[in-house]
C-alpha cells in the first residue's frame, strides 16, 4: 500500500494578506501623531499580531492536515493489523480443529495398533501351544517307534541267537555221531552262518572246559540278553 501525503496548502494568500496587515500596521504608524493614541496603538498591534497569526496559519493547517493523515493511517494499519489477527484466529481455530481431528486419528491408530499387536501376541502364543503339542505329539510318536524297534530288535536278535544256539546244537551232535563229512559240513554252514551274525554286531565265543563263571564275562543260556550267544556254545 503506497503512503499518501498530506495536500499542499497554498501559502501565498496568507502571505500576502500577512503583508497588507503589516502594511497596515506601518501605515498607521506613519499617519500617527507622536505620542500615538490608544486606538491607533490598539489597530496597530492589532494588524502585527493578526499579521503573526496570518503568517504562522498555514504551517499549522498543514501540520493539522499532516497529524490527522497519520492518525488515519495508524488506524487504518491498526484495522488491517486486526483483520490479520482474525485471519491468524481463523487460523488457529481451523489448525485446533485438524490437530483435534489428527490426534481422534492417532488415539483410533493407537487402539488398532494394539488390537493388532494383541491379535498377533494371541496368534503367536496359539501357535507356540500347537507346535509344543506337535513337538510332543510327533515326540510320543518317535518314542513308541523307537520302543517298537527296540522290541522288534530285541525280538528278531533272540531268534538270530536262537538258530545259532540250535546250529551249534547239530554241530556238536554231528560232533558226537563221529561221522567227519558231517562234521565239516556243519562246521561249514556254522560258520558261513556267524558270519552273517558279526554284519549285525553278534560275536560268538565257546567257553574253556573247566572255566569258572564270571557274570562280567558269562551268561547263562536261559538268560533274556539277546546279545550273547556263547555261554552255552
Not at 170 to 196: H, K
Amino acid at each position: 500500500m503506497s503512503e499518501r501525503t498530506a495536500p499542499r496548502l497554498p501559502k501565498w494568500p496568507f502571505f500576502l494578506a500577512d503583508l497588507v496587515l503589516l502594511g497596515a500596521a506601518w501605515l498607521i504608524f506613519w499617519q500617527s501623531r507622536t505620542p500615538m493614541t490608544p486606538w491607533e496603538t490598539f489597530f496597530c498591534s492589532g494588524c502585527v499580531a493578526l499579521g503573526a497569526v496570518l503568517g504562522v496559519a498555514p504551517y499549522l493547517l498543514q501540520y493539522r492536515a499532516a497529524m490527522k493523515l497519520t492518525e488515519a493511517d495508524r488506524l487504518t494499519k491498526a484495522v488491517l493489523q486486526i483483520e490479520n489477527l482474525e485471519i491468524i484466529g481463523r487460523q488457529i481455530t481451523n489448525a485446533t480443529a485438524n490437530w483435534q481431528t489428527a490426534h481422534e486419528h492417532s488415539i483410533h491408530a493407537v487402539d488398532t495398533a494394539r488390537e493388532i499387536a494383541e491379535g498377533i501376541t494371541a496368534e503367536a502364543r496359539a501357535f507356540s501351544e500347537f507346535l509344543q503339542k506337535a513337538n510332543d505329539t510327533e515326540k510320543n510318536h518317535l518314542r513308541l517307534e523307537v520302543d517298537k524297534l527296540r522290541r522288534s530288535e530285541g525280538e528278531w536278535l533272540q531268534i538270530l541267537v536262537r538258530i545259532l544256539d540250535h546250529i551249534y546244537a547239530l554241530y556238536q551232535a554231528a560232533v558226537r555221531s563221529g561221522q567227519s563229512n558231517l562234521v565239516e559240513q556243519l562246521g561249514l554252514f556254522q560258520d558261513s552262518c556267524r558270519d552273517v551274525a558279526r554284519r549285525v554286531g553278534l560275536v560268538p565265543f565257546t567257553a574253556i572246559p573247566g572255566e569258572s563263571y564270571d557274570s562280567k564275562l558269562h551268561q547263562l543260556a536261559a538268560s533274556k540278553n539277546p546279545m550273547a550267544i556263547g555261554a552255552a556254545n
